[in-house]
């Protein structure tokens, strides 16, 4: 077994060009590229169910001259890993900033929600570095007021970025807190009433981490989503979970209520799992919605737009 | 891989193998291939599959024997014995046989017990758990916070030990986490504290310089025992990340967090397989009980689906 699977592709190496592809040749095909996706950290259920895409639109068709079964159920797979990778909506949320500045007094508010220690408060300050970088004014709402020590994590990261923007000379930020213990939606509220009082760009609002089993902590989304109404809410998954990233990924998005879903998904810790980046492919594919950013180390600069060509080739390789 | 399709699918080999009305050496063989099969799709250990399938063999044959000679009287006892031989030996699976004897700190003498792991694992708040763990049973702990690079690391440490009353020591000015951990170690040694835990920042094979550090800090406080904290929910990366940490930082035992989440701990059996090294505590919530010892037992009955599991464990 162990053999066959570290050669996913090795075996029908023979040019069969233009040959009509057989149900038997597909399957073998189908169940190497099934392996060699779970190796990647693409959960069975998403595997299964992109082969069958692959097995839907090739049975019966025919190979391109001078290739082989092999290489055509790659070709069919790495476009329907891209498929499932694009959005079907833009998402210039510079632009997004932009333009609600604009038009109202109320600062553009972006959240980050996701299980524990997935990295939502890392990220979120690199997304306040990056808007800085763009010469917003930024607040930063300490709004996990359960886990020890998490205000001051946000505390240190705004002393940073303060320290950073002087000496770049663009941006403004500030941290909104007030300790621990409260209604994490109310502060939420306050922070934003205390940002358009102060004509901040956006607010960034930072969650306590949850498990997407536990229902009371997953049912307080609700109250937060409808209170703070976010703009933008981000659900921080990481490239190191595996299959439960499926129903990580469709517990928050359902926990908002019926009206409102998650915007996007920031895909952290890129930077530990090599070629493993299977759990984007999971989170996508479970919710239609797209990875806006990846996550690619600790710093403030460790922070991407996803490339859906570094993705895929790697998803492939 | 996926845990919850791998306890699915032995379940379902025990179970075909148990419905049927003879049990014979073939209805065996076919029951044992398919969950070696299984556990070899799920990246558990080659050599491993190959000891559990001689295993069960071995200790089924006798009965197996007996049965076909008295032709079937014995059906549903040897069904009784198939399912729990392969139960148990699941459990030896996850239980690992590290060649040392299992480290237990003991009172007076100053023990040190280091953390290491990736990324948010949940090494900090394990920590706070171990010492209250051990100061409930009578042993004087300390925590030493030597991890210098998260924002808000110590502050974490500290707010997590003044809750549950245990002394710490930390540096917010202090950049060198080898010497914070050397200098913590040293004052509770001074001071005879039985049990000194020392917390490290979260780290991952790509980044060779935090391995490094590792090892120096190893080297810094000298610790008794090594623990690496994994996160239950973690997929294939498991088994290259827990094994590069076994040959940085020899860890003696894992401490396997968020198991009250819904992951079933799917890359712990390849960790464990991986690096032949036992999981002594699971983390089963955020608050500092939320800690127990961990039981192989409890952690195959979850694998395989099975809430009562006394239907196996009695006969
Ligand atoms: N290597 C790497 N580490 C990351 C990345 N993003 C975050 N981290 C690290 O992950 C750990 C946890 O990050 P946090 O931001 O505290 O995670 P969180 O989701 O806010 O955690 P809780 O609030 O406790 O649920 C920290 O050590 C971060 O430095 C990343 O992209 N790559
Ligand atoms: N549900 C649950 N959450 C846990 C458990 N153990 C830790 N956590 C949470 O996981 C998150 C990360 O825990 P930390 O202890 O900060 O992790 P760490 O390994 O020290 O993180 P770094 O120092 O950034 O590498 C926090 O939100 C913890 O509350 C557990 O057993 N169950
Ligand atoms: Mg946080
Ligand atoms: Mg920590």
Redesign the pocket.
Known sequence: VASAASSSFGFLRNFLGGKTISPEDLQKALAAMENHLMKKNVAKEVAEHLCSTVDKSLVGSKTQNWTTVEATVRTAMTDALRRILTPNTSLDLLHEVQAARKSRQRPYVISVVG???VGKSTNLSKIGFWLLQNKYKVLIAACDT????AVEQLKVHVRRLQELTQRLGTGEVQIFDEGYGKDAAVIAQRAIEYGQRNEFDVVLIDT????HN?DRLMSSLEKFGQLANPDKIIMVGEALVGTDSVQQARNFNAAFGANRNLDFFLISKCDTVGDMIGSMVNMTYSTGIPVLFVGVGQNYTDLRTLSIDWAVNLLMS | MVLADLGRRINAAVNSLTSQSVVDQTALDAMLKEICTALLESDVNVRLVGQLRNSIRAKVASALNKEEKESGSNANAIKRLVQKTVFDELCELVEAHPTDEQFKPKKGRSNVIM?V???????????T?LAVYYQRRGLRVGLVCA?TF?AG?FD?LKQNATKAKIPYYGSYTEPDPVKVSRDGVEKFKKEKFDLIIV?????HRQEQELFAEMVQIGEAVKPDQTLM?L??SIGQAAEQQSKAFKEASNFGAIVL?????HAKGGGAISAVAATNTPIAF?????HVH??ETFSPKQFVSKLLGIGDIQGLMEH
Request: glycine share 20%; proline share 0%; with cysteine.
């Open positions: 299980v524990n220690g359960f886990r020890s020590g306590a981490g949850r498990r536990d | 953390f792991g990736l990324q948010g694992a949940g090494k900090t708040t394990s920590c758990k991890d998260r690391a974490q917390d490290t920042s979260g780290r904290v996160d239950a967090t968020k198991m009250d989440g699971i983390g089963t919530g955020e939320d800690f």
